[in-house]
């Protein structure tokens, strides 16, 4: 399965670039809190939310570390909705103010 994991600030609503740059993916992850304006901003794709506190990411952002518990909700969100034996396929991106990361898994 290969997801791409979206990090954003409450009010984004210009996906179009980051989803873009993904290339073709099966599903949409972010946040549990967040995956509702995420899927209401894209109609038709598929959005899971997941949990990302505690998920260990390569990048460590103090600010969102200190707010969500992990150090990428990007990263963090991309590799939990992948599944078992999740890995990044690249380094995370960010692109008008979206952050983005692809990872690769055997599903949820």
């Known amino acids: 399965m290969r997801v791409a994991g979206l990090g954003f600030r409450k009010g984004t609503v210009d996906f179009t670039a980051a989803l873009l740059a993904a290339g073709p993916v099966d599903a ?10 995420l899927a209401a901003a ?11 506190r505690g998920v260990k990411t390569p990048t460590q952002s103090p600010r969102v570390l200190a707010l969500m ?11 939990k909705a992948a ?7 690249g380094p995370r991106q960010v692109i008008g103010g979206v952050t983005l990361a692809v990872a690769e898994g055997e599903g949820e």
Do not use: F, H, W, Y
Not at 42 to 52: A, N
Not at 69 to 79: D, I, K, P, Q, Y
Not at 83 to 89: I, K
């Open 28 to 37: 949409l992850a972010t946040a549990a809190e967040k995956a509702q304006e």
């Open 69 to 79: 518990g992990t150090g990428s909700v990007a990263e963090a969100a991309a590799l």
């Open 42 to 52: 894209l109609p038709g794709q598929r959005v899971i939310g997941v949990e990302v």
């Open 83 to 89: 599944g078992r034996g999740a890995r990044l396929v």
